[in-house]
Structures are given as structure tokens and as C-alpha cells.
């Protein structure tokens, strides 16, 4: 398991900090702002997309005037072109949490990007540096089919990361081939107690409130630009792995005219709208899973909850 080296412990004391999560579209970032408003708490992104700069309307970024009612960290903070990977946020949460622990003030982090969530709740297994020759000749193959060789190699994990993971599974297959090991048997070592310094609150919406809300939220950022940004982010930027991620993805192979096998999809816009929307829905469950894994202290429903959800943080933070 890798520990943070040469920085002082932000929960030397019996404060904990709160992770705040739950699937994409729940409701978080709203939220989160109007905890850290109530309870004068500063804001930790741990949203996968938010780290990279000019991934703004497909990330569901918070606003300037919403960074400016709250203090927010760890957004933009890598180029698009370079990889922003879970033991760098490790190290950079624990830096954070430092400086503003250090100032006399609290935090709440927040994100729905699983990886990231673990490597703060359950601490990171060791795994080989990467090679460049083994790795160009995986990223010649297609994600697809960089995934059923990932599924023959590693079922257990495959399911885990998903197939529209590109990054993730060239990783796990680069680190089969260098240490001989499964990444879930890797994973397997790993100690089962979540790190006590940190609280994993998860909150959901009922199943059709949360398909409601997935697709009114992909047509407002269809309606604010996010084709355009894709196509630019394509341009100035055709390596970035983040264009692979959720949304963006499907953006770019109805730009290339590539249609997924086995659906017809309806002409024009409104097919690439119910492709994004099937690919959130797929992602929603997927992040319940890893949430359920990664043993919360706290499930919360939305809205009615939020009563509780205030009161509890409140008596935590006043420890």
C-alpha cells in the first residue's frame, strides 16, 4: 500500500474529511456548494474530467461564479496532453487538505470518478512503471478489442474499468505483461479497511428521477457547445486520452460517422443524444458498484435527505 512520504498528516486530530459522491448527474457539485456555503468548508475536486484544462462543458465544470462563491481545488490543474492519474491525486489531495487544514479551515471533497475515490479510501497497490515500446503496441489496437484481451487476461478487473476506458485498460494489460500479475490480484493484496481518516458519504436519486435528470443535463450541454469544444479539444489536442472519456467519446464517432453495432440509431442529433444518454446510464450503474465496493459510511437519497445530510456534516465539523 503507498503512504504519502515527507507530508505532514491533514487528520493528525480526530477530524475526518468527508468524500462526497454519488453517480454523474446526481447532483453533487449543487449540492457540495451549498454544504461548503452553510458550513464555511472549501471544495476538493476529485471529478476524473475537472482536472484538465479546457475540458470545460462536457466536464460539467463549476462555473467562475460558482468558484468564486466557494474556494475549489484540483480543477484545471493538468494540460489536456499529459495524464492526471490516481497516485498523483493522491499525492495532490493530501497537499491540499495540508495547506488548508493549515489555515484553520475544513474540506469537502467531491467526485464521482471511482479510481480516484479508492486511491484516497483504500490507499494504492504498487505497480510496474509503464513501457513505452509495450505500450505503442498496444495503442495501435482499437479499444475494443484491447478489451476482450483484457477480459481473457483479467475478467474480474475488465469489469471493473469498463470498455469505453481506454487509459485504464492499456494500464492493466501493460501491467500484466511487466509483472506478471493480474491487476485484481494486485488489488486482492491490498489491505480491506477503508483509510479511517476519510468518510465516503454516497447520494442517489431514484432510477427514473436519475435517467430524468441525465437527459435534460446532456441536451443543456449539447445546447451549450460541448460539439465545438470536442471538435476543438480533437484539434489542438488528438492525443489527449481524455477525448475518450464518457460523452465525448460518443461525440467524436458521430463526427466520424462511426455507428455502434447492433442499434439503429435515430438520424442527426437526436441519435447522438440517446448514445450519450445509454453511455451515462451505463456509467451510473457502473459508479454504484464502485461505490457499494469501496464501503460508504453514510447513503443518502436525494432531495429528502438533505436535512440529515447537513445536520451530520454539521456535528462531524464540529468535533
Known amino acids: 500500500m503507498v503512504q504519502s512520504q515527507g507530508l505532514t498528516s491533514p487528520h493528525e486530530s480526530a477530524q475526518k474529511t468527508v468524500i462526497l459522491t454519488g453517480p454523474t448527474a446526481v447532483g453533487k457539485s449543487r449540492l457540495a456548494i451549498e454544504l461548503a456555503e452553510t458550513l464555511d468548508l472549501e471544495i476538493i475536486n476529485a471529478d476524473s474530467i475537472c482536472f484538465y484544462r479546457e475540458f470545460d462543458v462536457g466536464s460539467a465544470k463549476p462555473t ?37 487544514h493549515s489555515r484553520g479551515k475544513q474540506a469537502l471533497i467531491v467526485g464521482g470518478s ?24 498496444l495503442e495501435a489496437e482499437p479499444t475494443d478489442v484491447l478489451f476482450e484481451r483484457l477480459q481473457q487476461v483479467d475478467a474480474i478487473h475488465a469489469q471493473k474499468i ?24 494486485l488489488e486482492a493484496e491490498m489491505p480491506d479497511t477503508p483509510d479511517a481518516r476519510f468518510e465516503l458519504w454516497v447520494v442517489d436519486r431514484d432510477k427514473d428521477e436519475l435517467s430524468r435528470r441525465i437527459r435534460d443535463r446532456i441536451g443543456t450541454m449539447l445546447e451549450q457547445g460541448w460539439m465545438d469544444e470536442t471538435k476543438r479539444l480533437r484539434e489542438r489536442y488528438p ?62 437519497v436525494l432531495d429528502q435527505d438533505l436535512p440529515r445530510i447537513k445536520e451530520k456534516l454539521m456535528k462531524l465539523h464540529q468535533k
Not at 481524455?242 to 440509431?265: C, M
Not at 447522438?272 to 458498484?289: F, G, N, P
Open 64 to 100: 467562475d461564479e460558482e468558484r468564486a462563491q466557494v474556494p475549489h481545488h484540483l480543477i484545471d490543474v493538468a494540460s489536456p496532453d499529459e495524464t492526471y492519474h490516481a497516485a498523483r491525486f493522491y499525492r495532490d489531495c493530501l497537499q491540499v487538505l495540508d495547506e488548508i
Open 114 to 137: 471511482g479510481f480516484y475515490l479508492k486511491a484516497l479510501r483504500m490507499g494504492l497497490w504498487e505497480a510496474p512503471s509503464t513501457s513505452p515500446e509495450f505500450r505503442a503496441t
Open 162 to 185: 469498463g470498455v469505453n476506458d481506454r487509459y485504464r485498460i492499456v494500464r492493466a494489460l501493460e501491467i500484466y505483461e511487466l509483472s506478471g500479475k493480474k491487476p485484481s490480484e
Open 239 to 300: 492525443e489527449s486520452k481524455t477525448l475518450h472519456a464518457v460523452g465525448y467519446q460518443q461525440i467524436l464517432d458521430f463526427l466520424d460517422g462511426i455507428e455502434p453495432p447492433g442499434r439503429n440509431l435515430r438520424q442527426g442529433i437526436d441519435g447522438l443524444r440517446d448514445e450519450i444518454e445509454l453511455a451515462h446510464r451505463q456509467l451510473a450503474k457502473q459508479q454504484r458498484t464502485w461505490f457499494k465496493n469501496l464501503k460508504p459510511n453514510e447513503s443518502f
